[in-house]
Antibody, heavy 124, light 110 residues
Framework: QVQLEQSGPEVKKPGASVKVSCEASGFTFDSYGVCWVRQAPGQGPEWLGWTSPYSGDTHYALSFQGRVTMTSDSSTNTAYLELRNLRSDDSAVYYC?????????????????WGQGTLVTVSS | QSVLTQPPSASGTPGQRVTISCSGSSSNIGTNYVYWYQQFRGTTPKLLIY???QRPSGVPDRFSGSKSGTSASLAISGLRSEDEADYFC???????????FGGGTKVTVL
């Protein structure tokens, strides 16, 4: 079965960086995309961007460009999210999700399987 | 302030039909597909509808999606107590070059 296993909770100080991992299993990693979505308590989800493990291509939401890097390692079926220059309002649960396909093509809005989430707390 | 606007709450009795609206603009819903997600308290979001009206395998046909112009709707027919959850719409927003989500609608089964 499709599974996405994320790394554990993180506590960071303002200005620091955080790197979250997402290990995939149960499907052909290179055939899909991986997106990252965060959700602050009581808020709706916020999309950060997505990456193609096959090509290495990335697409970041404009609001995160310059602060975010998404990478993947096909040898370990693992995707990574790095967020830099953290602020207190970056505190949230960060999710990775598989980007589903539509007739073989990545359908960016279709996050069909999700990781369990990683709590990132930014506090001085 | 979310780019996509949803009512904060909706409710119904068991067996009723409940509809949740999602209002956007020409730069998101008007030209791009709509997706719906279901999230139970404290759990991970689950894809409910993709590409306006497509259901992933395993999603009951009680859930249906539709779109007209710059608005979309999620309908839940034959409402059940286990449908109590938060529901979010999402769509690509051309001006932000990102997928944007609505603020969510909490469905209560009375």
């Amino acid at each position: 079965q499709v599974q996405l296993e994320q790394s554990g909770p993180e506590v960071k100080k303002p200005g620091a960086s955080v790197k979250v991992s997402c290990e995939a299993s149960g499907f052909t990693f290179d055939s899909y995309g991986v997106c990252w979505v965060r959700q602050a308590p009581g808020q709706g989800p916020e999309w950060l961007g997505w990456t193609s493990p096959y090509s290495g291509d990335t697409h970041y939401a404009l609001s995160f460009q310059g602060r975010v890097t998404m990478t993947s390692d096909s040898s370990t079926n693992t995707a990574y999210l790095e967020l830099r220059n953290l602020r207190s309002d970056d505190s949230a649960v960060y999710y990775c999700a598989r980007v589903g396909l539509w007739f073989g093509e990545v359908d960016v809005g279709q996050a069909d399987y999700w990781g369990q989430g990683t709590l990132v707390t930014v506090s001085s | 302030q979310s780019v996509l606007t949803q009512p904060p709450s909706a409710s119904g009795t068991p067996g009723q039909r409940v509809t949740i609206s999602c209002s956007g603009s020409s730069s998101n819903i008007g030209t791009n597909y709509v997706y719906w997600y279901q999230q139970f308290r404290g759990t991970t979001p689950k894809l409910l509808i993709y590409r306006d009206n497509q259901r992933p395998s395993g999603v009951p046909d009680r859930f249906s999606g539709s779109k007209s112009g710059t608005s979309a709707s999620l309908a839940i027919s034959g409402l059940r107590s286990e449908d109590e959850a938060d529901y979010f719409c999402a769509a690509w927003e051309d001006s932000l070059s990102a997928v944007v989500f609505g603020g969510g609608t909490k469905v209560t089964v009375l």
